[in-house]
């Protein structure tokens, strides 16, 4: 399937020479990365978020593999300089210009991964919010269940009571996200993926690349034995917790916008 255009949000300069894009995880939006995006627009960048394929205002389609949803950032590049109407072109990649960083959580991070290693100058580094890498079949169905009961009954109390300690718009905004995707599209990114499992692609990460993982024992996705293998398959990697569950930028903003802005200074 070809790739399509991903609708987009705009903060910060955008004339800026630092230029970041942010993809959220499944059944979210570009909206709720949103504090991430203000403090990367605070330090001066011009930050962009997408909405997935089948998400927010995007395009629906009939399939949602991640290989798809990785075509479809690599096809995503930073606007001309102060031109915010600027989509994108059909030029070559090295023409188009290249993000100095891309910021992904969940299957939004394991797209990202594929995309990254698939074209090395699509973005110059790689920040991973606990990444959805490897999902086993058990795994997927709790996935699916989740998002879908999520689909069919949430509420800003539901959303509220669940995650208490959640910024008020970070409740809001995953109403309205849950509320704008698609049910088929929810669906399908697990079952059009039984073989969701992008490790493969982690040795050809040529761009140094941070993982923000969760607290394992608040269910993070990158730890144990698949970090391990992560970490040993490519040097360029570097891993940190935060003391959050798997959406690291919600549960512990503050820990996950420090070790950011720290590992950003070293550049």
Do not use: C
Not at 80 to 104: C, S
Not at 121 to 140: F, I, K, Q
Not at 206 to 230: K, M, S, W, Y
């Amino acid at each position: 399937m070809s790739a399509v255009t991903l609708p987009r949000l705009h903060w910060g300069p955008s004339d800026s020479d630092r230029r970041a894009l942010l993809v959220h995880g499944l059944g979210s939006s570009a909206h709720t990365m949103w504090r991430i995006a203000e403090s990367l627009a605070d330090a001066g960048w011009s930050v962009d978020a997408v909405d997935l394929r089948g998400h927010g205002d995007a395009p629906r389609t009939s399939s949602y593999r991640i290989d798809e949803f990785a075509a479809d950032l690599a096809a995503t590049h930073p606007r001309g300089a102060g031109d915010p109407h600027d989509h994108g072109d059909a030029r070559p990649t090295t023409q188009r210009g290249t993000w100095n960083l891309v910021v992904a959580h969940s299957i939004g991070g394991a797209a990202a991964v594929v995309a990254a290693a698939a074209h090395p100058r699509w973005t110059e580094r790689l920040v991973l919010l606990d990444p959805a890498l490897h999902t086993p079949a058990e795994a997927r169905a709790a996935i699916r269940a989740r998002q879908l009961t999520a689909k069919d009954s949430i509420t800003i109390e539901s959303a509220g009571a669940e995650n208490p300690h959640w910024h008020p718009l970070d409740n809001e905004l995953r109403v309205r996200a849950v509320h704008a995707a698609s049910r088929f599209a929810l669906e399908h990114a697990v079952l059009d993926n039984p073989d969701w499992d992008v490790m493969p692609h982690i040795p050809h990460l040529t761009q140094p690349t941070l993982v923000i993982g969760a607290d394992p024992e608040r269910g993070a996705l990158f730890a144990g034995e698949l970090a391990d293998r992560a970490l040993e398959a490519n040097p360029l990697i570097e891993h940190v917790t935060v003391p959050g569950g798997h959406n690291v930028h919600r549960d512990a903003p503050t820990e996950t916008l420090d070790a950011l802005h720290e590992w950003l200074a070293d550049f």
